[in-house]
Nanobody, 121 residues
């Protein structure tokens, strides 16, 4: 089994920054995609960013391009989401997810428990 644990969420003012971490364990992740999704109350889960563990290709949702950066530390099996210039509309529970291959945007197999990000205005 794959376990994913997010951390780093919190309360920040608009314009501020946070860095989320997702630590993966249980299996090798050399061929995995790892992604970040978010979900606000009453809204559908939204793709935020993803990275291919082996090749380093990155993908971003339109709403976060230019503000968020995804990166990974292969030795630690940890993926990060650096969030800058945060906006109130970024407020959501952020989930880490992983999958073996395929589309970076959906059909992930494993999910973390989520970490709350709240951006105040």
């Amino acid at each position: 089994q794959v376990q994913l644990v997010e951390s780093g969420g919190g309360l920040v003012q608009a314009g501020g920054s946070l860095r989320l971490s997702c630590a993966a364990s249980g299996r090798s992740f050399s061929s995995y995609l790892m992604g970040w999704f978010r979900q606000a109350p009453g809204k559908e889960r939204q793709f935020v960013a993803a990275i291919r563990w082996s090749g380093g290709s990155t993908y971003y949702g339109d709403s976060v391009k230019g503000r968020f950066t995804i990166s990974g530390d292969n030795a630690k099996n940890t993926v990060y989401l650096q969030m800058n210039s945060l906006k109130p509309e970024d407020t959501a529970v952020y989930y880490c997810a992983s999958k073996v291959g395929g589309s970076a945007y959906y059909n992930y197999d494993y999910w973390g428990q989520g970490t709350q990000v709240t951006v105040s205005s």
